[in-house]
Nanobody, 123 residues
Framework: QLQLVESGGGLVQPGGSLRLSCAASGFTLDAYAIGWFRQAPGKEREGVSCISSSDGRTSYADSVKGRFTISRDNAKNTIYLQMNSLEPEDTAVYYC????????????????WGQGTQVTVSS
């Protein structure tokens, strides 16, 4: 079974950057599409970005396009989410998830989830 562990969250000022990591174990990561999701207090979990397993196709939510970049390092079995120009609205718990249905921001297409890492953007 695929197991995912997120890291890299923290407190950052508006305009700052963070890089989140999603480390996989149990299976090789390149067999799965991986998505990043986030959930702010009182809100539903929303898709942020995803990357396919086969051709490396990526997708981004409109709210993060041009600011966030997803990438994968198959040798390290790790997915990254580089987040630049962070805004207070980006504050949330960020989750990575693995699935078999390709790169999609629809959370119900993902079977495996990490425990999340907190990102707080505040001055």
């Amino acid at each position: 079974q695929l197991q995912l562990v997120e890291s890299g969250g923290g407190l950052v000022q508006p305009g700052g950057s963070l890089r989140l990591s999603c480390a996989a174990s149990g299976f090789t990561l390149d067999a799965y599409a991986i998505g990043w999701f986030r959930q702010a207090p009182g809100k539903e979990r929303e898709g942020v970005s995803c990357i396919s397993s086969s051709d490396g196709r990526t997708s981004y939510a409109d709210s993060v396009k041009g600011r966030f970049t997803i990438s994968r390092d198959n040798a390290k079995n790790t997915i990254y989410l580089q987040m630049n120009s962070l805004e207070p609205e980006d504050t949330a718990v960020y989750y990575c998830a693995g699935g078999f249905y390709g790169c999609t921001l629809f959370r119900h297409r993902y079977a495996y989830w990490g425990q999340g890492t907190q990102v707080t953007v505040s001055s």
